[in-house]
């Protein structure tokens, strides 16, 4: 008897597929790709001892385990989990369908506000290039920094060019660690944020930049430093760095990050 293989098949192989492949992604980007790949071994063992080879006592514990392997496998990819259903809920597409039930009347005047708001990191960040005088600046997108913000000293002011550059000036008390921006306004200072121990980061870049591609693999937040070595500009963005920015393509990234 020959096998079916319908149009609803190929679509069943291709999300599996789609999903393998999005987790796998997420896997080697938090460096827990060792683990899945130990995980899937065992339910590939599981499933040729059950089915194929329909050994009942192994398969019986080996049911036992996976019944319970579930649970396990939430606890070890707890903060996995939780990344890849803030990406899911962050995806461009599905904030877009979100935004058709939402009022557009405001539209004109939210753009606005928000180039009134990112212009003065802009200015900000350029002029402490400039003076060489290093920074660290998050701006919140939809993962919650709380956590972030109560170890530093919370504020809640307007975004504002002096502001900012007195927050990072080398004898303000607040100049070392980050600042967090949420919704369009300054909300804490100081603030620690969790280092990247990946080992593939040049050199050549210090604790704040360790510190921002730290917080951009656990978050979707947007990270900008400004180097006190040599007065360049990065931004670390889901684990990635963008070196060397000018002050339009910080300007285009933060528009896009912030809308």
Aim: include cysteine; charged fraction near 25%.
């Amino acid at each position: 008897m020959f096998f079916e293989f319908g149009l609803k098949d190929f679509l069943d192989i291709l999300f599996v597929a789609i999903g393998l492949y999005y987790v796998y992604r997420l896997m080697r980007e938090s460096r827990s790709l060792n683990v899945f790949v130990g995980v899937l071994i065992f339910v590939v063992v599981w499933l040729f001892v059950s089915q194929v080879l329909q050994m009942r006592l192994l398969g019986t514990i080996l049911d036992r385990l996976v019944s319970v392997g579930v649970i396990a496998i939430i606890v070890l990819f707890q903060d996995e989990i939780r990344k890849f259903l803030y990406n899911l809920g962050a995806h461009r597409r599905i904030r877009s369908f979100v935004r058709l039930f939402s009022p557009v009347h405001g539209e004109e005047a939210d753009k606005a506000n928000l180039k009134k708001n990112i212009m003065p990191i802009v200015m900000a960040c350029m002029s402490m290039a400039k003076g060489k005088v290093g920074a660290l600046i998050v701006v919140e997108r939809t993962t919650p920094l709380n956590d972030v913000v109560s170890t530093g000293e919370e504020l809640d002011a307007e975004i504002n060019q002096r502001l900012i550059e007195n927050i990072f000036f080398k004898n303000s008390p607040l100049h070392d660690g980050a600042m967090i921006v949420r919704d369009h306004r300054i909300r804490a200072a100081a603030c620690i944020l969790p280092v990247s121990h990946d080992l593939d980061i040049p050199k050549e870049l210090g604790l704040r930049h360790r510190a921002a591609l730290g917080m951009s693999q656990e978050s979707d937040a947007l990270c900008i430093v400004v180097s006190e070595e040599t007065g360049g500009i990065s931004i670390a963005r889901n684990g990635q760095f963008r070196l060397h920015l000018s002050a339009e393509e910080l300007e285009a990234v933060l528009t896009e990050g912030m809308e």
